[in-house]
Structure formats: structure tokens, C-alpha cells
């Protein structure tokens, strides 16, 4: 049974490729292209009047110009275009789940069973236990220690990977108590925004920006925060300053340029 669902998967996930490949070719032509075109074009209009870059008249005299340019394109008749063998494609996609599967034989371990609840259960107890080891060990250490800070990271990083914030930014906050970092302030004001506490994210990385003015990471964070608090006008600024500080290649500048088109 296990195998004939594989095998039902397998044939689902390539029967939209083998499709694709069987359909007739399509006639294809320049007015087609250009209905395509002017297709994208209006869609790209009437996004930019929706955000509000383009006021009704605007929009309207773009469209109307889109609309001469399609009335004014030359017409020709649809060409269809030739279909590459797909003879050998087709092979090639009958080939790839058998090579999984011999792959998987081979190699994987197809008859070991799935872990047991009371496995499960097992292991999410031990995890709990190490973690009010943990928690033991800190009440008895000096809140401003080293160690005790450390510890408090560590503590952090598990409630973080458990899925419960509110218990992470506590143990991080303890550990900025005890020694300040703006990498962790990050951390903590990264979850602040994520659970709508902008005001308290915005005041933490400030002090983070006091300490380390040009982090790019603490700049977005900053402008993230603006935004969460409908301030656009502040994030924008902020934003708009990260990235005329931003190198041109920049892998990160991309995203920054798009929460600046979302703002209002």
C-alpha cells in the first residue's frame, strides 16, 4: 500500500510536465505579444493608482497612450511554433522518480518506523528538564555575571526554538542586563515587532544604534518598527537613508525597496 501511494504521488507531481509537453504548440504572433504586453502594462497602472502613485487623471491618460500603442501595433498572423521533440523528455521524466526510488532503496532506510508517540513524548520531557536545569542553575548564579549571562542567552535560544517568545525575550532581556549587545538587542526587538510591542522594539534599538550607528540590520529593524507604528513617514526616511548609505551591490537592498513601496 505504501508503495503504490508513492507511486500515485510520483505520477501526480509530473503528470502537469507531461501535459505541458503533450499539448499542440500554440499559434503564436506579434499581436498576441502585444496583448500580452499591454496585459502587463495595465495591471502595472492600475497597482500604482490603487497605492496611490498615480492620481485618476494619470491613470487615465497612461491607459489611453497604452491603448494608441496597441491599436497602432502591426498585425500579422499567428505563426505556430515548432515543438521541440519531446520524445526524450518525456524519458527523462519517467527516469527521475525510478532513479529516486533506487536512490532511496539503495541508500535510505525504507522499513524503519516512524517514531512513537511515547518516543516523542520522551524526548520533548527530556528537553524540559534541561531546560528547568537551566533555569535552576541561573537562580542561584550572580545576575551579573558572565556565566549567568551566557546562561541566559542559551535559555533564550531554547524558548526561541520552542516557539515561546515571550519566555525568550525574558531570559534575553536578563542577559542585556547584564552585559548590553546590539546583536541580541536585534534578536529581541526582531520579536517585539513581530508581536506588534513597536514602541518597545524602537526603544531597545535605539540604544542598540547608539552603539553601533551603522549596523544595517539595526537600521531596518528601526524602520520596521516605524512602520508597525504607523509612522511611514519615519520609516520611509529611515529606510531611504539605509540605502543611500547601502553599497550598490548590496544583496539586502532589494527587500528594503520594497517594504518602501508598500508604505502608504
Same mark, same amino acid.
Given at each position: 500500500?505504501?508503495? &503504490?501511494?508513492?507511486?500515485?504521488?510520483?505520477?501526480?507531481? &509530473?503528470?502537469?510536465? #507531461?501535459?505541458?509537453?503533450?499539448?499542440?504548440?500554440?499559434?503564436? $504572433?506579434?499581436?498576441?505579444?502585444?496583448?500580452?504586453?499591454?496585459?502587463?502594462?495595465?495591471?502595472?497602472?492600475?497597482?500604482?493608482?490603487?497605492? $496611490?502613485?498615480?492620481?485618476?487623471?494619470?491613470? /487615465?491618460?497612461?491607459?489611453?497612450?497604452?491603448?494608441?500603442?496597441?491599436?497602432?501595433?502591426? =498585425?500579422?498572423?499567428?505563426?505556430? @511554433?515548432?515543438?521541440?521533440?519531446?520524445? *526524450?523528455?518525456?524519458?527523462?521524466?519517467?527516469?527521475?522518480?525510478?532513479?529516486?526510488?533506487?536512490?532511496?532503496?539503495? /541508500?535510505?532506510?525504507?522499513?524503519?518506523?516512524?517514531? *512513537?508517540?511515547?518516543?516523542?513524548?520522551?524526548?520533548?520531557?527530556?528537553?524540559? !528538564?534541561?531546560?528547568?536545569? &537551566?533555569?535552576?542553575?541561573?537562580?542561584?548564579?550572580?545576575?551579573?555575571?558572565?556565566?549567568?549571562?551566557?546562561?541566559?542567552?542559551?535559555?533564550?535560544?531554547?524558548?526561541?526554538?520552542?516557539?515561546?517568545?515571550?519566555?525568550?525575550?525574558?531570559? %534575553?532581556?536578563?542577559?542585556?542586563?547584564?552585559?548590553?549587545? *546590539?546583536?541580541?538587542?536585534?534578536? #529581541?526587538?526582531?520579536?517585539?515587532?513581530?508581536?506588534?510591542?513597536?514602541? !518597545? !522594539?524602537?526603544?531597545?534599538? @535605539?540604544?542598540?544604534?547608539?552603539?553601533?550607528?551603522?549596523?544595517? /540590520?539595526?537600521?531596518?529593524?528601526?524602520?520596521?518598527?516605524? !512602520?508597525?507604528?504607523?509612522?511611514?513617514?519615519?520609516? /520611509?526616511?529611515? %529606510?531611504?537613508?539605509?540605502?543611500?548609505?547601502? *553599497?550598490?551591490?548590496?544583496? %539586502?537592498?532589494?527587500? #528594503? =525597496?520594497? =517594504? &518602501?513601496?508598500?508604505?502608504?
Amino acid at each position: 500500500m505504501t508503495w &503504490l501511494l508513492i507511486a500515485a504521488l510520483a505520477i501526480l507531481a &509530473l503528470a502537469p510536465l #507531461v501535459l505541458a509537453l503533450l499539448r499542440p504548440a500554440r499559434p503564436r $504572433g506579434r499581436a498576441e505579444a502585444d496583448r500580452a504586453l499591454y496585459a502587463t502594462q495595465r495591471a502595472e497602472l492600475d497597482r500604482e493608482r490603487a497605492e $496611490g502613485r498615480l492620481d485618476e487623471a494619470s491613470h /487615465r491618460a497612461a491607459l489611453l497612450e497604452l491603448q494608441r500603442r496597441l491599436l497602432a501595433a502591426p =498585425q500579422s498572423e499567428p505563426v505556430a @511554433q515548432p515543438r521541440r521533440a519531446s520524445g *526524450p523528455l518525456l524519458s527523462a521524466l519517467a527516469l527521475v522518480p525510478l532513479l529516486a526510488l533506487g536512490l532511496y532503496l539503495l /541508500r535510505g532506510t525504507p522499513d524503519m518506523p516512524s517514531a *512513537p508517540y511515547a518516543l516523542r513524548h520522551e524526548v520533548a520531557e527530556q528537553e524540559e !528538564a534541561l531546560v528547568a536545569a &537551566l533555569r535552576a542553575r541561573l537562580a542561584q548564579a550572580d545576575p551579573s555575571s558572565d556565566a549567568a549571562r551566557q546562561g541566559y542567552v542559551l535559555l533564550g535560544n531554547a524558548e526561541r526554538s520552542r516557539g515561546r517568545d515571550d519566555a525568550a525575550i525574558e531570559a %534575553w532581556t536578563r542577559a542585556l542586563a547584564a552585559r548590553f549587545d *546590539p546583536g541580541l538587542a536585534a534578536d #529581541v526587538a526582531e520579536i517585539q515587532i513581530e508581536r506588534d510591542r513597536a514602541d !518597545a !522594539a524602537l526603544a531597545l534599538l @535605539q540604544r542598540a544604534l547608539a552603539a553601533r550607528a551603522g549596523d544595517p /540590520r539595526l537600521r531596518f529593524l528601526s524602520g520596521l518598527a516605524e !512602520a508597525r507604528a504607523n509612522r511611514p513617514d519615519a520609516a /520611509r526616511a529611515t %529606510w531611504q537613508a539605509l540605502l543611500a548609505d547601502a *553599497p550598490p551591490d548590496a544583496t %539586502w537592498r532589494g527587500m #528594503v =525597496q520594497r =517594504q &518602501l513601496e508598500a508604505l502608504p
